[in-house]
């Protein structure tokens, strides 16, 4: 869909997409809901899931794929397959530190937004209200983040600013 040029820009606008849709539209929203009736969050997913569903029922059939004519071949075995890539993955330094850089921030990034709400409201004494404020301005900074990545990224590169933003998260 774009020219490789249009890489970094391209998935700059679909991360600020995301970050408004779950930060600004879907939180609020669910909140909204949660306080409508406790019941309408998890209904209204529910509702998602056939809404989904009714759309893939809708594809017209020449655009459906015969999965019946695929063959799978019966000696690529799953184990195999893995080994073969995390030898892949070892043998490539370069990529090894990237993936398991990354895990480690998707870990680290994870244990604490299990408890961070918590942390701020019972630990720091926020009060309740407030604690959205912070989640806006956190949506706030990611939204600025994406939208001026393309700026850094040219200015600086793509390793030098990797390497800066996971120094200033840590």
């Known amino acids: 869909i774009l020219d490789k040029s249009q890489y970094e820009s391209g998935n700059s606008r679909l991360q600020m997409s995301e970050t408004v849709v779950s930060q600004f539209v879907g939180a609020p929203a669910s909140g909204f809901l949660y306080a409508a009736a406790i019941f309408l969050p998890f209904e209204a997913t529910a509702m998602g899931f056939v809404v989904a569903a009714v759309l893939v029922l809708l594809i017209p059939r020449n655009y459906q794929r015969d999965l019946s004519q695929v063959s799978i071949k019966s000696d ?41 709400a918590l942390f701020m409201i019972e630990d720091l004494g926020l009060a309740p209200m ?3 404020v912070v989640l806006t301005v956190q949506g706030v900074g990611a939204l600025l983040g994406a939208a001026t990545t393309t700026y850094w990224t040219k200015r600086f590169g793509r390793s030098d600013v990797l390497a800066i933003t996971i120094l200033l998260t840590s």
């Not at 397959?81 to 895990?103: A, C, E, I, M, N």
């Open 76 to 116: 690529e075995k799953f184990l195999t397959s893995l080994s073969f890539g995390l030898k892949y993955l070892y043998q490539d330094k370069k990529l090894f530190r990237l993936v398991l850089t990354t895990t480690a921030i998707g870990f680290a990034y994870s244990a604490s937004s299990a408890v961070v």
């Open 130 to 132: 407030y604690f959205g």
